[in-house]
C-alpha cells in the first residue's frame, strides 16, 4: 500500500503540505492508474503489476486520504485492515520541512518528528513500523509561520526541483519494492546542494 499525504479540495493543490498528492499522481500515472475510486474517507486504487521481474503480479494499493493531513491513520487504517496489509508493506510520502526543497529521505520505523500526519498513521495503524519517502519542503524562517508555509505554494524558482523530485517518485516506490530500504536509501537519500 502506497499513501500520499496532503489535503483535499483545490485550494491546497500544489501546496508544499500536498506533495505526496502530487508524488501518488505521479506514480499512478507511472503504473497506468487513470481512475481513483472514492468512500468518504479515502481516494484508492488497486493495480496489479508485474514489477521485479516476478512471475506474479504484485498486486499495490495507492491511497489519498480524504480526512485532511492530521488525521490522515483515520484513512489508512480501515484499507489496511481490508486488505490485511502489513504495516512494513506500507510506504507513505510526505512533505518533510527538516531537508531543503529537493531533498528526498528514504526512512523506515523513524519517529514522527512533528509531522502530524505520521503520527496520525503511527496511532491509528500500530506504529511507526512503516516506510516513508520524505520530500524536502525547507522550513520557514519564522516557528510562528509554519502553518502559512505548509499552506503555501513552492516560489517559481522551487518548482523546477520539485517537478523533478516528483518525476523521481516512482523510481523511488519501485527500488523500495524490488530491491529493499537500504538499496532505495544509498541510491535516493543524497545531499541536495543549497545555493
Request: aromatic share 6%; with cysteine.
Amino acid at each position: 500500500m502506497i499513501a500520499g499525504l496532503g489535503n483535499p479540495g483545490s485550494e491546497y493543490e500544489e501546496t508544499r503540505h500536498n506533495v505526496g498528492f502530487m508524488a501518488l499522481d505521479a506514480i499512478a500515472h507511472s503504473f497506468k492508474v487513470h481512475r481513483f475510486n472514492h468512500n468518504r474517507l479515502a481516494n484508492w486504487a488497486v493495480v496489479d503489476l508485474v514489477l521485479c521481474d516476478a512471475p506474479e503480479p504484485i498486486r499495490i494499493v495507492l491511497v489519498k486520504p480524504q480526512t485532511f493531513m492530521n488525521s490522515s491513520g483515520v484513512a489508512i487504517a480501515p484499507m489496511m485492515k481490508e486488505r490485511n496489509t502489513l504495516l512494513e508493506n506500507l510506504i507513505v510520502i510526505h512533505d518533510e520541512m527538516d531537508l531543503p526543497v529537493g531533498a528526498v529521505r528514504v526512512s523506515f520505523n523513524a519517529t514522527a518528528a512533528g509531522h502530524n500526519g505520521v503520527r496520525s498513521i503511527a496511532d491509528n495503524c500500530g506504529g511507526r513500523g512503516f516506510v516513508r519517502m520524505r520530500v524536502g519542503i525547507e522550513k520557514p524562517r519564522s516557528k510562528d509561520g509554519v502553518i502559512d508555509f505548509v499552506l503555501s505554494r513552492f516560489s517559481r524558482s522551487e518548482w523546477p526541483t520539485i517537478i523533478d523530485v516528483i518525476a523521481q517518485s516512482p523510481a523511488v516506490v519501485r527500488t523500495i519494492v524490488c530491491d529493499g530500504l537500504t538499496a532505495a536509501q544509498a541510491m535516493f537519500n543524497h545531499k541536495v546542494a543549497r545555493d
